[in-house]
Each structure stands twice: as C-alpha cells, then as structure tokens.
T-cell receptor, first 111, second 113 residues
Framework: QKEVEQNSGPLSVPEGAIASLNCTYS??????FFWYRQYSGKSPELIMS????GDKEDGRFTAQLNKASQYVSLLIRDSQPSDSATYLC???????????FGTGTLLAVQP | NAGVMQNPRHLVRRRGQEARLRCSPMKGHSHVYWYRQLPEEGLKFMVYLQKENIIDESGMPKERFSAEFPKEGPSILRIQQVVRGDSAAYFC???????????FGQGTRLTVV
C-alpha cells in the first residue's frame, strides 16, 4: 500500500464550478496534513494545512480531514483557469515526521 | 523575510562529475528536507536534516549521494560521479518545527550530459 494515494487525473472542471480533490494516507498516527499547488516547471506552493478533524476554510479553498477514514480532501470553489495546476497532498508520517507527498492530481479548469 | 533559497537554479554536469546543490532555509527554520522530482512524477523524499544532524535519510540512494546541514551555512546535497539518471529537479523545503508547515525553494534543475 502506498503511503499517500491520489487520483492522478486529469480532473477537468468548467470555470466557476467546484473542484474536489481527494487523498488517502496510510499512517494512522499522522497529525499534520497539507495541500500544495505546483504549476508546471515551478516549485510546490503551500495552500492549506489542517491538523484537526473537520473543515478548514481559507478563501475559495476548503480542506476536509477525517482521521478515522484516513482521508483528506480539498475543495476549490468558483474554479478559475489560473487554478489549473497539479495539487499535491502531503502529511507528516513515520517515526521522524518526515513530509511525505502523494503523486498529485492534475486539475484543468476549462474557460 | 526571504524565502527558501536554492542555488544554482540550473546545473549542467558531465557524466562522472560531482554536483553540489545548496539550500538556505528561511530565517528561523532549522529543519530541511530534500526531494527529487522527475518530469511528470511526484516528489520523492530523499533526506531530512536538522542543524548538524541527519534525521531521516531513508530516501537517499546508498551510493554517490550525501547531504549535510552544518551549524553555519546552507544545507548541501552532494551527488558524486553523476549519471544521466540523476537528471531531475531537486527541491529543498524548510520548516521551523518537525510538525508544522514546510516551504519550498525554487529548485535546482540538474542536467547530466
């Protein structure tokens, strides 16, 4: 079982729609979860962190965490073409709390 | 407040040469992580360092690769006797604590010819 699983996509949504990105993780002991955005040829950029079960909202972004199901998601409301990028799920896991990444989901927002 | 600084941004090496990649963490950050990314692939963890200590090197190849984070100066990822398969983007991230958010530098694109 992979440590972090994400659907590689591409996930295509029309402009203005809600984009839903999902991630499952294997380490039940993990307490810290993150979403990064990476544009092609650029470095990852942190967009959300979440540490407690439930929802966390920041502008058009909402992160959702369910530790019992080992599931974390990211909702992007009113999607814009500029949101088109690869979204990477990450968590701190293992004995050393290293930061582990999924392979990412490619999001394409169609104008 | 300067972000994570990596240099060089682009590095070309011939097969058999050594590559040295440098990473200066954000001010106040003492935890550094190195990742390798091949085109169209995810970020592969290589090594996690704290000042003067290697915390986790479970992702580092056993040969030719080494990393350090001295008391003074940047973290260095060193690749000896490079081969074509080492061509990739190498990213460094830093965090102030072992449990919180980490921020990335711009990366070093290594090309081995």
């Amino acid at each position: 079982q992979k440590e972090v699983e994400q659907n590689s996509g591409p996930l295509s949504v029309p402009e203005g729609a809600i984009a839903s990105l999902n991630c499952t993780y294997s380490d039940r002991g993990s307490q810290s979860f993150f979403w990064y955005r990476q544009y092609s040829g650029k470095s990852p950029e942190l967009i959300m962190s979440i540490y407690s079960n439930g929802d966390k909202e920041d502008g058009r972004f909402t992160a959702q965490l369910n530790k019992a199901s080992q599931y974390v998601s990211l909702l992007i409301r009113d999607s814009q073409p500029s949101d088109s990028a690869t979204y990477l799920c990450a968590f701190r896991g293992g004995a050393t709390n290293k930061l582990i990444f999924g392979t990412g989901t490619l999001l394409a927002v169609q104008p | 407040n300067a972000g994570v600084m990596q240099n060089p941004r682009h590095l070309v090496r011939r097969r058999g040469q050594e590559a040295r990649l440098r990473c200066s963490p954000m001010k106040g950050h003492s935890h550094v992580y190195w990742y390798r990314q091949l085109p169209e692939e995810g970020l592969k963890f290589m090594v996690y360092l704290q000042k003067e200590n290697i915390i986790d090197e479970s992702g580092m190849p056993k040969e030719r690769f080494s990393a350090e984070f001295p008391k003074e100066g940047p973290s260095i990822l060193r690749i000896q006797q490079v081969v074509r398969g080492d061509s990739a983007a190498y990213f460094c991230a830093s965090s102030p604590a072992p449990t919180g958010e980490a921020f990335f530098g711009q990366g070093t694109r290594l090309t081995v010819v």
